[in-house]
C-alpha cells in the first residue's frame, strides 16, 4: 500500500506535467494563427516561460548569484533550451495538422524509445537500467496506439 500511495503522488503530477504540454501546445497552435508563424508563437511561448520562472525563483529567494556555476559544468548542459525550442516548435506546426491525440501518441513513444536508449546506456549521467523484454514491449504497444490512436 505505501508503495502504492508513493507512486500515486508522483505519477499524478506526472499527468498534470502531460496535460500542461497539450494545453500549452493547443495555446501555441492558436497563437501561431494569430501571430502567423511558428517561430513568433514560439519565441513568446518562451517570453512567457521566462517571465514565469523569474516569478517562482524570486517567490521561492533563489540566489541570484550563480555566475561562478557557469564555469562549473560542461557547456552541452547548456544546451536543454535547445531540445525544448525543437518541440515547441514542431507541436505548434504539428497540432493543426495531426490532431492532439496523435501528436502527443508520437511524441510520447519518442520520449518512451529516447528514454530506453538513455537508461539502456546511461546517458547523460543517469543510471544505467537494462532494457528487457517488457520495456521493449511496451515501447511497441506505444507505437501501435499511435497508429490506432491517428484516425
Known amino acids: 500500500m505505501r508503495i502504492a500511495l508513493s507512486f500515486l503522488g508522483p505519477a499524478l503530477l ?4 502531460g496535460a500542461s504540454f497539450v494545453t500549452q501546445s493547443a495555446l501555441n497552435a492558436q497563437l501561431r494563427v494569430a501571430l502567423n508563424s511558428p517561430v513568433r508563437a514560439s519565441f513568446v511561448s518562451y517570453a512567457g516561460g521566462t517571465l514565469a520562472m523569474v516569478i517562482v525563483a524570486l517567490a521561492m529567494r533563489e540566489s541570484w ?20 525550442a525543437i518541440y515547441v516548435v514542431i507541436s505548434i506546426v504539428l497540432l493543426p495538422r495531426i490532431g492532439a ?3 502527443f ?5 519518442g520520449q518512451m524509445i529516447a528514454s530506453l536508449a538513455f537508461d539502456q546506456w546511461g546517458l547523460f549521467g543517469l543510471s544505467p537500467r537494462p532494457v528487457d523484454l517488457g520495456r521493449v514491449l511496451g ?5 501501435g496506439g499511435v497508429i490506432l490512436i491517428r484516425r
Do not use: M
Open 14 to 17: 506526472a499527468v498534470g506535467a
Open 65 to 84: 548569484a550563480y555566475v561562478h556555476d557557469f564555469t562549473r559544468s560542461s557547456w552541452w548542459l547548456w544546451t536543454g533550451g535547445f531540445f525544448g
Open 101 to 103: 491525440a496523435t501528436l
Open 105 to 109: 501518441a508520437a511524441i510520447v513513444t
Open 139 to 143: 515501447a511497441l504497444l506505444l507505437v
